[in-house]
């Protein structure tokens, strides 16, 4: 095979594996408005819908929070069979050995992501639903890396000197900023999930105090409050304590996050890729803030707690790939040979032969 013809292959491999991150990205944002609009259960059978097979489903059923359910699945679907053809795709064309096999995680991540989807319906469990939720983001994680690992980019990164630089110290920061930045995500799902609405209404005050009260006095006079104003479930103080957690954690990751970026910038230079990738991490987290409290002020409207998901989904992935960017950029400079071609990662050439 030229060269030629290795350059469009991988090219349109890392094409096809954008896409299907992509339309994973789509399908949190679609989770979301399901669970926003407490459609989880519009659809009560699985993987029927009504009756019918899925891709059958009448229009006249297509309505309500049904629309949402439904449309989720179909995108799922999608999700399903794209990673299914990524997986097939790598296994056949890609030479390294670890890549074969993060397609068929991929696919075997994209089953299961599948199956507890459809125990969620047909077992009645909220708690499934937030596992569903987090294996999610995982999954996205992953085939945001897959497109990162058949790029361009990544083969040629053992030669570009610009990825240089970053200290331990730097890449451990980063590394703490992403990990807690999935734990938030995992609250945030286990919020959702409770699905009693907001169990703070107000901030950046919490009940009008710095740290509200959550004796059983005060918790039912909430509750009261609430009855008599938005009518919405009652509240625990389990759920305040974890709303809490929640804001607590996103301070935290603000903190993290900036002291990244800004050392990132003093170690690299502002023109560097890693550091300007810090620049739009911190970027997303401060949306993210925003869009944490916005969500508060407009009672979780759906689409602004949606934004809130899917936001928080491209701050994790952005601080897990800028984590392999650094940590494989310092693997490769003491591993690897130089890569002289592009279709290295097709074929046996001395970059990629040591990482088999």
């Not at 359910?69 to 999608?78: D, G, I, K, M, Y």
């Not at 030669?159 to 703490?176: H, I, N, P, V, Y």
């Not at 170690?267 to 550091?275: E, F, H, Y």
Request: aromatic fraction near 10%; hydrophobic fraction near 55%; include cysteine.
């Amino acid at each position: 095979m030229n060269a030629n013809v290795q350059q469009r292959e991988i090219s349109w491999l890392h094409k096809f594996a954008v896409l299907t991150a992509f339309i994973t990205f789509l399908l949190l944002g679609l989770g979301g408005l399901v669970t926003s609009h407490e459609a989880g259960m519009s659809v009560p059978d699985w993987p029927t819908s009504y009756g019918y097979n899925m891709f059958a489903l009448p229009v006249k059923f297509w309505h309500g929070g049904a629309f949402f359910e439904h449309t989720h699945r179909l995108l799922a679907s999608a999700a399903g069979l794209f990673t299914t053809i990524l997986a097939v795709w790598l296994w056949l064309k890609d030479s390294r050995r670890w890549m074969k096999w993060l397609g068929v995680i991929a696919f075997l991540l994209v089953v299961a992501q599948g199956i507890l989807g459809g125990l969620r319906v047909t077992l009645k469990m909220d708690d499934l639903g937030i596992v569903h939720g987090v294996v999610g983001q995982s999954f996205f994680i992953l085939l945001s890396a897959i497109a990162l690992f058949t790029s361009r980019f990544w083969i040629k990164r053992t030669t570009d000197e610009k990825l240089t630089g970053a200290s331990r110290g730097l890449q451990k920061l980063a590394l703490a900023a992403t990990v807690l930045i999935f734990c938030q995500l995992m609250l945030g799902a286990t919020m959702r999930g409770q699905h009693a609405g907001l169990a703070i209404p107000d901030f950046p005050a919490a009940y009008g105090q710095l740290w509200p009260d959550t004796s059983a006095a005060a918790v039912a006079q909430y509750n009261a409050a609430r009855m008599d104003v938005i009518s919405e479930n009652p509240i625990t103080a389990f759920q305040i304590i974890l709303q809490m957690a929640h804001r607590l954690v996103a301070l935290a990751i603000l903190v993290l996050v900036a002291t990244s970026a800004w050392q990132a910038t003093r170690q690299l230079g502002g023109k560097n890729p890693l550091a300007k990738l810090a620049i739009i991490w911190l970027t997303l987290v401060a949306c993210q803030i925003g869009l944490g409290a916005a969500t508060i002020w407009t009672n979780k409207a759906a689409d602004v707690a949606t934004l809130h998901l899917m936001v928080g989904a491209l701050s994790l992935v952005t601080g897990a790939l800028w984590c392999i960017i650094s940590f494989g950029r310092q693997e490769g400079a003491t591993k690897f040979a130089p890569a002289r071609t592009i279709p290295g990662a097709f074929s046996a050439s001395p970059a990629m032969a040591a990482n088999k």
